[in-house]
């Protein structure tokens, strides 16, 4: 079925790094633009970041904008999310979705702890 | 630009209908046929409900309706139900960025 898992998610601290993964299946990856969705603890929804089909568009919000890096691997069937210089406000579940205009599979969240 | 403007709470009683209200701009709700609604329970990924504005993805109930009027889009939620309590997410296309409204607390009394 089609479906959306991230992982990499963890404890990290201020100004730390990490990178999300998220495996893609049931689905033509490479036909669809792909999103990162945050959610802080009891906070609604943050667009983080979106990527063409190709790879070759790419956009962020200016909350994260020249920090985290959105790519994507066509060939794995892989979205990706660098996140450098991480502040404790980036403290958030992490969603990977189908979709840009609209958002319609979602993953199950991977949680991204920002804390000393 | 900032976040779309979304009620905090909403309540009905079972087999009411409500309706919840998502205001943009000229910017974005009112440029783009590009609304699209999330529902959220707790603990759960959103699933969307609406998109396009008024478009019901496939196993979706024809419970959920979505409109738009100027730069306010709305969600009714017919004949409410139990298990529509939940949290629900306007969200807006807006020349290449995205919007979510605050989210919306539906509580079925």
């Known amino acids: 079925q089609v479906q959306l898992v991230e992982s990499g998610g963890g404890l990290v601290k201020p100004g730390g790094s990490l990178r999300l993964s998220c495996a893609a299946s049931?689905?033509?990856?490479?036909?669809?633009?792909m999103t990162w969705i945050r959610q802080a603890p009891g906070k609604g929804l943050e667009w983080v970041s979106y990527?063409?089909?190709?790879?070759?568009?790419?956009y962020y919000a200016d909350s994260v904008k020249g920090r985290f890096t959105i790519s994507r691997d066509n060939a794995k069937n892989s979205l990706y999310l660098q996140m450098n210089s991480l502040r404790a406000e980036d403290t958030a579940v992490y969603y990977c979705?189908?979709?840009?205009?609209?958002?319609?599979?979602w993953g199950q969240g991977t949680m991204v702890t920002v804390s000393s | 630009q900032s976040a779309l403007t979304q009620p905090a709470s909403v309540s009905g009683s079972p087999g009411q209908s409500i309706t919840i209200s998502c205001t943009g701009t000229?910017?974005?709700?009112?440029?783009?046929?590009?609304v699209s609604w999330y529902q959220q329970h707790p603990g759960k990924a959103p699933k969307l409900i609406i998109y396009?504005?008024?478009k019901r993805p496939s196993g979706i109930s024809n419970r959920f309706s979505g409109s738009k009027s100027g730069n306010t889009a709305s969600l009714t939620i017919s004949g409410l139900q139990a298990e529509d309590e939940a949290d629900y997410y306007c969200?807006?296309?807006?020349?290449?960025?995205?919007?979510f409204g605050g989210g919306t607390k539906l509580t079925v009394l």
């Open positions: 979705v189908r979709g840009s205009g609209w958002l319609d599979i």
């Open positions: 049931g689905f033509t990856f490479g036909d669809y633009y």
């Open positions: 990527i063409s089909s190709s790879g070759s568009n790419i």
């Open positions: 000229s910017s974005d709700v009112g440029s783009y046929n590009l």
């Open positions: 396009e504005d008024n």
């Open positions: 969200c807006s296309y807006a020349d290449t960025l995205i919007w």
